[in-house]
């Protein structure tokens, strides 16, 4: 039950932090980078954002009590979860090497991002622990 309450809370938190980046570019000089988007967002949208985050959390949940021997530090857990949310976020921005976009808005995007699932990591580093012993 505390692995489940940790997944939904930093599926939470992620969503949240996603949101607060979406109102601060929105409102800052940095919407002048940001491509031609469509600014009117559904619930739909809302809600097909939270299930993929809550999938990808869930995934990466897992993965992470596959390796759990290894992450025997709260540090450990974190820079893991961290260093797969920005590969992640990396790969969502992986369209640039594609089509026609600028450099810095995708750098802004891949910062901003892995800065979220720093505090994604953090989160779940305080749910998901290891039961060896030494372990922290």
Do not use: C
Not at 19 to 40: K, R
Not at 110 to 133: C, D, M, Q
């Amino acid at each position: 039950m505390r692995i489940f309450l940790g997944i939904i809370l930093a599926t939470l938190i992620n969503f949240l932090f996603g949101l607060i980046g979406f109102q601060i570019v929105s409102n800052s000089f940095l919407f002048s980078y940001a491509p031609e988007v469509n600014l009117d967002i559904s619930f739909i949208d809302y809600l097909s954002s939270i299930l993929l985050k809550f999938l990808v959390i869930a995934m990466l949940t897992w993965i992470m009590h596959k390796v759990m021997p290894l992450l025997d530090k709260p540090k450990k857990r974190i820079l893991f979860i961290f260093i797969l949310g920005s590969i992640f976020s990396l790969y969502s921005e992986i369209n640039l090497f594609w089509t026609y976009s600028q450099w810095n808005w995708s750098a802004i995007i891949i910062a901003g991002e892995s800065l979220n699932w720093l505090i994604t990591g953090y989160v779940l580093s305080k749910f998901i622990r290891p039961n060896h012993l030494g372990a922290q």
